[in-house]
C-alpha cells in the first residue's frame, strides 16, 4: 500500500490506472479508521481494481468551537486498517493544498441539507460536498462507498452526484456496530467509561422505536415520546434532535410507515454521537 500527500500525485495515479483500463474505488474518510471503515474498504475492494481511501480531517465542514483540533488521528494504525481491508492507495492531502490562499468556491445541496445535521451544524454540509467533489475530481472513481451511519450525508452526495452529472456511482452501506450496538465511531474515542456505558442509550431509543413501530404504533408523536423518554433515562444525555422523517426525501412525517427514517443526535457529555434506523427495515 501506498501513501499519497499531493494532489498532482493523486492524479498522475489515477490517470495511470484509467489509462490502464482499471476501476477505481474511492472510501473518503476522516481517518481513526475503524470496522466500520473497513467494511466499506472491503466492498470498494469488490467493485474496483484500484481501491483508493482517502484520509483527510476536512476543516470546513466543522463550525466554530466544533471538535476539528481534537479530532482523533492515528496515521500508523490507519494503515495496517486500511492495508489489512485491501487498500492500494491511501490519499491523505494536506488542509493547505486542499485549500490554499485564496480558495472561495463551494458546492450547495439544497433542500436535503435544511434539516437534522443541517439544522443543528450550519455550514456542515457545504463543506462535506464541496470536499467530496474535490475528492472526485482528484482521484476521478467510478464508485464512491459511503456509510449509512451518516445516513442525511449519503442522501446529499446521493444527489449531488446525480444533479451534477458527476458520472459516479454512489453506494451505501449498512451501519456497522460495536457487540453491545453502540454505532461504530471515530468519536466514540472521546468517550469516558461511564460515557460510553450511556451513550447506548442511542441504540437502544432505536430499538424501542422499532418494536412499537412491529407492534402496530404509527403515531409519530406516541413514537417519539418513547424514543425521548428512552434517552433521558441517561443522566448524562441531551437531545440534539430525534426526528422522523420521509427516509427518501427527508420530509417531516406525522405517521410512520416502511421506510420512515428515525434520526437521533445526541450529546453524551461533550461528545456529539449519531445514529439512525429505517422503520420496517433490517439494518
Ligand atoms: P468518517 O471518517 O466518520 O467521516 O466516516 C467515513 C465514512 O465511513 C462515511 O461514509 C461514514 O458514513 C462511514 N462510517 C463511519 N462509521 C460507520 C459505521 N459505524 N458503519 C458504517 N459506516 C460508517
Redesign the pocket.
Known amino acids: 500500500m501506498e501513501i499519497i500527500v499531493t494532489v498532482e500525485a493523486m492524479r498522475a495515479a489515477s490517470r495511470g490506472a484509467r489509462a490502464a483500463g482499471r476501476r477505481i474505488a474511492l472510501?473518503?474518510?476522516?481517518?481513526y479508521l475503524?470496522e466500520?471503515?473497513a467494511?466499506?474498504m472491503r466492498e470498494g475492494r469488490h467493485r474496483a481494481d484500484l481501491l483508493v481511501a482517502s484520509i483527510f480531517v476536512n476543516p470546513t465542514q466543522f463550525g466554530a468551537g466544533e471538535d476539528l483540533d481534537a479530532y482523533p488521528r492515528d496515521l500508523d494504525r490507519d494503515m495496517a486498517i486500511a492495508t489489512a481491508a485491501g487498500v492500494d492507495l491511501i490519499f491523505a492531502p494536506k488542509a493547505s493544498d486542499m485549500y490554499p490562499a485564496g480558495y472561495q468556491t463551494w458546492v450547495d445541496v439544497d433542500r436535503l441539507t435544511g434539516p437534522l445535521c443541517g439544522a443543528s451544524r450550519p455550514g456542515h454540509f457545504r463543506g462535506v460536498t464541496t470536499v467530496v467533489t474535490k475528492l472526485f475530481n482528484i482521484v476521478r472513481p467510478d464508485v464512491a462507498l459511503?456509510?449509512?451511519?451518516?445516513y442525511q450525508?449519503?442522501a446529499v452526495i446521493r444527489r449531488m452526484a446525480a444533479d451534477l452529472d458527476m458520472g459516479i456511482e454512489v453506494v451505501g452501506?449498512?451501519?456497522?456496530?460495536e457487540a453491545d450496538g453502540l454505532?461504530?465511531?471515530?468519536r466514540n474515542a472521546y468517550l469516558s467509561p461511564d460515557e460510553r456505558q450511556s451513550a447506548l442509550c442511542l441504540s437502544r431509543a432505536l430499538a424501542r422505536a422499532r418494536e412499537l413501530y412491529r407492534t402496530g404504533e404509527r403515531a409519530v408523536p406516541v413514537l417519539l415520546d418513547a424514543v425521548r423518554a428512552t434517552i433521558a433515562a441517561e443522566r448524562t444525555a441531551v437531545i440534539d434532535y430525534a426526528e422522523f422523517r420521509d427516509g427518501d426525501t427527508l420530509d417531516d412525517v406525522t405517521s410512520a410507515a416502511d421506510g420512515t427514517l428515525l434520526a437521533l443526535a445526541v450529546r453524551i457529555g461533550k461528545t456529539r454521537l449519531i445514529d439512525n434506523c429505517l422503520l420496517g427495515e433490517e439494518n
Do not use: E, N, Y
Request: positive net charge; without cysteine.
Open positions: 472510501v473518503p474518510t476522516m481517518g475503524h466500520g471503515h467494511s466499506l459511503f456509510g449509512r451511519k451518516d450525508q449519503l452501506m449498512p451501519i456497522v456496530r454505532a461504530m465511531s471515530s
